[in-house]
DNA sequence: TGAACGTATGAGCAAGCGTTCATATATTAA
DNA sequence: TTAATATATGAACGCTTGCTCATACGTTCA
């Protein structure tokens, strides 16, 4: 059984895996950073959504900020998060 | 790029797996299948909201049931799902 | 049959979420 | 300095979520 602490970062860790647009964001980043404005193209969003769902995504670590000039380039924090992703696809796409 | 219909059934997978309570829920489903009344008493919640959770849990595949006499013994669904838990749980511990 | 038990469901409500819009901050260029 | 650009933030609003409480359903036993 997890530990109780466990429990509640596992549990974010997935909240923040449970919204379609983060998905996209996260998705998008698998190829390899990107700066803000080229997410919100990426997945069709305005720039303030975006920057909002990208806190969330700092907040907790699934993604990281290299600052270069005025722009802020979003990466995929750790390979886990891509795992988990490809995992879930893996589960969706086997229908069961 | 991960096609839109699987981005949303990945990000429902990830929702359903986005609340404590679920995830003590699944947690404890990893030793294998318990009835309604066993999971309430180690989640720690009432047997009605344990069926609401479980319900929504059933409606997104991640557990299944079989029913036997007036009890419900539950399941996770495949085992893609422990793997999703035990690599959060990883993500978790390295601490990044 | 009726009562008891295990589970499921619907309504209702407080809390949380994800967006938009307006505004603020930081950096670069003129 | 001022203007333009890239990003961040706060407030507000509608929608969703997760619980409780009451009730219903299906099964077993007397």
């Known amino acids: 059984m997890m530990r109780p602490a466990h429990v509640e970062s596992v549990a974010e860790t997935f909240r923040m895996l449970g919204a ?3 998905v996209r964001i996260l998705d998008g980043l698998g190829e390899g950073e990107l700066c803000v404005g080229d997410i919100a193209k990426a997945v069709g969003m305005s ?3 975006v920057s909002h ?3 969330l995504l700092r907040t907790f670590r699934l993604v990281r900020v290299r600052r270069e000039g005025r722009q802020a380039y979003y990466a995929v924090d750790d390979h886990h998060i891509l795992e988990l992703l490809n995992q879930a696809r893996t589960h969706v796409e086997e229908g069961s």
């Open 20 to 22: 379609q647009t983060r």
């Open 47 to 49: 720039e303030s959504a």
């Open 53 to 55: 769902q990208l806190r």
